[in-house]
């Protein structure tokens, strides 16, 4: 566990993400269970369920809307029909959060190169 450190982005993006000039999302980071089942092979739906789950409101004009009082699903569709440049500007936020990482050199007992292993993100550790 002291090998262990914590990866700070280069480029550090606000949980308050203009979607437009109308809209804004206020968003929390993904805890382990938003990303349970997830993999480095994740689809479309995949990622639309995280995004929604870390939602906690929507801000049309002077209107907030608490995504808790929405069922899941529309919350899915919702993100669904967003635009690309909007779903990136989501991910830049997901993309710039800390990452914890675990690196340690070890020699392979069969043939004795030495090696580095890299564990990064909470995929690596839990997944």
């Known amino acids: 566990l002291e090998k262990i450190t914590v990866r700070e982005p280069a ?19 993904p805890s382990i269970s938003d990303t349970y089942g997830i993999s480095e092979e994740s689809n479309e739906r995949d990622i639309l369920t995280v995004i929604a789950a870390c939602i906690e ?3 049309f004009n002077d209107s907030t809307i608490d995504v ?3 069922s ?3 919350v899915i569709n919702w993100v669904g029909g967003l635009t690309r440049a909007q779903k990136d500007s989501i991910l830049a936020y997901f993309a710039s959060m800390p990452t ?5 050199k070890f020699k ?9 292993i890299v564990i990064e993100g909470l995929e690596d550790f839990f997944g």
């Open 11 to 29: 480029t550090k993006v606000s949980n308050e993400i203009k979607l437009q000039d109308n809209c804004w999302l206020i968003m929390r980071p």
């Open 108 to 116: 392979c007992a069969k043939c004795g190169e030495e090696n580095t």
């Open 57 to 59: 409101r929507i801000i």
């Open 100 to 104: 914890i990482v675990y690196e340690d």
């Open 68 to 70: 808790h009082n929405i």
């Open 72 to 74: 899941k699903e529309e």
